[in-house]
């Protein structure tokens, strides 16, 4: 069994800055799959940030520029540094991982930019 959780949100004024924090734990070989999505109110579920082993790290058009991915293998654990926040990033933020054919979602952070 996998968990994911998140942690770092909280309420910060427009310009401001976040880190957000995704820790997996469990029976867990390796991640080949991280990702940062968001729910606003009355909106679905968007892709933020997400990265393959291997591969690239992708960003959200809205968010580049502003938000950085990183990650730590041997801690299983992934980030997203968040700058220059606007209201538009007022939503619950979910860390996402996808292992041995089954999605893991974490419970979400809520994440309360005030203008």
């Known amino acids: 069994q996998v968990q994911v959780a998140e942690s770092g949100g909280g309420l910060v004024q427009a310009g401001g800055s976040l880190r957000l924090s995704c820790v997996a734990s469990?029976?867990?070989?390796?991640?080949?799959?991280m990702g940062w999505y968001r729910q606003a109110p009355g909106k679905q579920r968007e892709l933020v940030a997400s990265?393959?082993?291997?591969?690239?790290?992708n960003y959200a058009d809205s968010v580049k520029g502003r938000f950085t991915f990183s990650w730590d293998n041997a801690k299983n654990t992934w980030y997203l540094q968040m700058n220059n926040l606007k209201p538009e990033d007022t939503a619950v933020y979910y860390c996402n991982t996808f292992l041995g054919g089954m999605d893991y979602w974490g419970k979400g952070t809520l994440v309360t930019v005030s203008s």
């Open positions: 469990g029976s867990i070989f390796s991640i080949n799959y």
């Open positions: 990265r393959r082993s291997g591969g690239t790290t």
